[in-house]
T-cell receptor
Framework: AQTVTQSQPEMSVQEAETVTLSCTYD???????LFWYKQPPSRQMILVIR????KQQNATENRFSVNFQKAAKSFSLKISDSQLGDAAMYFC??????????WGAGTKLIIKP | DGGITQSPKYLFRKEGQNVTLSCEQN?????MYWYRQDPGQGLRLIYY???????QKGDIAEGYSVSREKKESFPLTVTSAQKNPTAFYLC???????????FGPGTRLTVL
């Protein structure tokens, strides 16, 4: 069965510093997608970044980048130059051919001013 | 503006009552999803629909029902059979061969 594990229930970082959130997943599929979603206090779920498994290049979106290690089944999110608006719950998610998202339990990110 | 709307934002229900949560999208997406989120937890799939007039149960469908009569609309009914309905409900949609889902703002349901 496919599973997604986020081992850090909570992380904190000083404003302007860099933080990395961890995610591991378990699958026997070779073709799939991975996502990081952000849920701020408003509770709106926002897509941060996506990664296709067949692409070796790590995805980047402005200050957000991933470290995708397919063999290790690891998909970490790096946030550079952390801002107060980055404070949120971050969820890692996986999907394969059936398009059903498998979710991690989330990591709460606290930004210290 | 294209997007997903959910209404109401807050909903209060007395025990024993059925309530219906609205979800509308104008993204022309074929697939739509309903999730439940409890405090401090991730999302759990209630129902999903890949096309009009067709839907499937997710992981926690008991006590819920849906319909998909129009492409744009996917309402969720929380029935009196749902033992613990107080939660945050999120609707999402997905278009074509895109893998990512896009979410509405959610409805907070509280049973009094």
């Amino acid at each position: 069965a496919q599973t997604v594990t986020q081992s850090q229930p909570e992380m904190s970082v000083q404003e302007a510093e860099t933080v990395t959130l961890s995610c591991t997943y378990d699958t026997s599929e070779s073709d799939y997608y991975l996502f990081w979603y952000k849920q701020p206090p408003s509770r709106q779920m926002i897509l941060v970044i996506r990664q296709e498994a067949y692409k070796q290049q790590n995805a980047t979106e402005n200050r957000f980048s991933v470290n995708f290690q397919k063999a290790a089944k690891s998909f970490s999110l790096k946030i550079s130059d952390s801002q107060l608006g980055d404070a949120a719950m971050y969820f890692c998610a996986y999907v394969y051919s059936n398009y059903q998202l498998i979710w991690g339990a989330g990591t709460k990110l606290i930004i210290k001013p | 503006d294209g997007g997903i709307t959910q209404s109401p934002k807050y909903l209060f229900r007395k025990e024993g009552q059925n309530v219906t949560l609205s979800c509308e999208q104008n993204l022309n997406h074929d697939a739509m999803y309903w999730y439940r989120q409890d405090p401090g937890q991730g999302l759990r799939l209630i129902y999903y629909s890949q096309i009009v007039n067709d839907f499937q149960k997710g992981d926690i469908a008991e006590g819920y029902s849906v319909s998909r009569e129009k492409k744009e609309s996917f309402p969720l009914t929380v029935t009196s059979a749902q033992k613990n309905p107080t939660a945050f409900y999120l609707c999402a949609s997905r278009g074509g061969r895109l893998a990512e889902q896009f979410f509405g703002p959610g409805t907070r349901l509280t049973v009094l």
